[in-house]
């Protein structure tokens, strides 16, 4: 109990290179009447390491002598581990956050940018200080911010956990840029919403390639139409894969 600890020292009790290092600390304060207030250290006995939270105060005699200490040990060997643990998170999160080619932005829930990585400012045109501060909707085209808000909403209430689009943004510069949109919810452990994380891939070579391409269907089908000529497609096997009218009546369908 308690009382067999009285009159002996920690070199009775901890490994010795450590109880070294408690008297040395102990007697600076002796000598100089300065504590210890809150420092977070660690302790190995061989096995685990266990950190303490340590407060080391001087007593003082009647006329103001330091006479000892008080001391209060706190084990915060959890708190440590876990403080570690969410450091390293955040490490590997940043490390992937600022190395990915894909464009990453976060913005809190009222529509504010909180965060940008390299990937979404060379895609935009934007510094990352000037895109930081700036709300979602000052990026996104003016014919797409509607459906962008709706979306949001959605995953803002909860009756989704992500969304999907395709989404036009504008760059600084005021050019489109198409983009394959994903959104989702970034929630805290109680499921409060903390913010919105949104992924783009730019597909804007893409959909000038879709949009020459119905071009050139629309093209076509008015060539069809508007030549007066019999025009038709075979295969290799002679056999008619398109026709037009003109084809059709010659043959008598």
């Known amino acids: 109990g308690p009382d067999d600890m009285l009159g002996k020292t920690d070199l009775d009790f901890v490994p010795e290179r450590h109880a070294r290092e408690f008297m040395a600390q102990e007697q600076k304060i002796f000598e100089t009447g300065e504590g210890v ?4 250290e660690p302790y190995d006995d061989g096995g685990d390491v266990v950190w303490a939270h340590v407060t080391k105060v001087p007593t003082r005699d009647a006329d103001g002598r330091v006479d000892g200490l008080v ?10 581990e876990t403080r570690d643990a969410l450091t390293r998170a955040e490490a590997r999160y940043r490390t992937l956050f600022e190395a990915s080619n894909v464009a ?3 913005a809190e829930p009222e529509g504010q ?5 390299p990937a979404l400012c060379e895609m935009l045109g934007y510094s990352r200080e000037e895109l930081v501060g700036m709300r979602v909707m000052e990026v996104v085209h003016p014919d ?5 808000g709706r979306r949001y909403r959605e995953v803002a209430a909860g009756r ?4 999907r689009s395709e989404t036009r943004f504008m760059r600084k510069d005021g050019s489109t840029l198409w983009t394959d949109r994903a959104g989702a919810a970034v929630r805290d452990e109680d499921g409060e919403l903390l913010g919105l994380m949104v992924v ?3 597909i804007t070579g893409r ?5 020459q391409l119905l071009e050139e269907q629309r093209l076509f089908q008015a060539l069809m139409r508007g030549v007066p000529d019999a025009i038709y497609f075979k295969d290799l096997e002679s056999r008619f894969v398109r026709v037009n009218e003109d084809t059709a009546r010659e043959n008598g369908v």
């Open 113 to 117: 940018i909180v965060d940008a990585n």
């Open 71 to 80: 001391g209060i040990n706190r084990d915060v060997t959890d708190y440590v």
């Open 207 to 211: 959909k000038e390639v879709e949009a």
């Open 144 to 148: 797409d911010r509607e459906g962008m």
């Open 160 to 163: 989704e956990s992500g969304t």
């Open 37 to 40: 207030i809150g420092s977070v």
């Open 104 to 106: 990453i932005g976060l």
């Open 200 to 202: 783009l891939t730019d």
